[in-house]
């Protein structure tokens, strides 16, 4: 019995980019429409964004990565395999920002859900079986 290898590359670069880039777009749609409940972005604090970020995606990218492994399993073509992963990351996305943060929480999750979507799109799915 052979065993299938899953190449785990794209599920590390769309959340570590993800989670890069979001504070970036957060800052270009602080600059684009202000809000007058906000002191400061998220680019003013970049370090301590990035350390919360990956401490509050963690069970997102775990479901994710379950989600991964059987899109893997089940060979789903690549295009509907990008689509669900994306859609997990945004869900994910929605939900944790929703709970977690109070009168800002659409802000912070339109931009880190573009930079999913953007990144989401950007890498390549490659889900081939690897030998």
Known sequence: MKTQNVDWSYLFKHSIFTLLLAPL???????????????????????????????????TYIFYAFAYRILFQKQI????????????????????????????????????SLSSLVTGIFFNLNFEKVK
Not at 34 to 45: A, R, S, V
Not at 81 to 99: D, E, H, P, V, W
């Open 25 to 59: 777009i957060s800052q270009i749609l602080y600059y684009l429409y202000p809000n007058p409940h906000q002191t400061m972005g998220l680019l003013e604090l970049y370090p301590i964004t990035l350390l919360i970020s990956l401490i509050f995606s963690t069970p």
């Open 77 to 112: 073509s690549n295009l509907y395999a990008k689509g669900i992963l994306i859609s997990i990351s945004i869900a994910g996305i929605f939900i944790t920002m929703y709970l977690v943060i109070g009168n800002m929480w659409l802000d912070f999750a339109v931009a880190y």
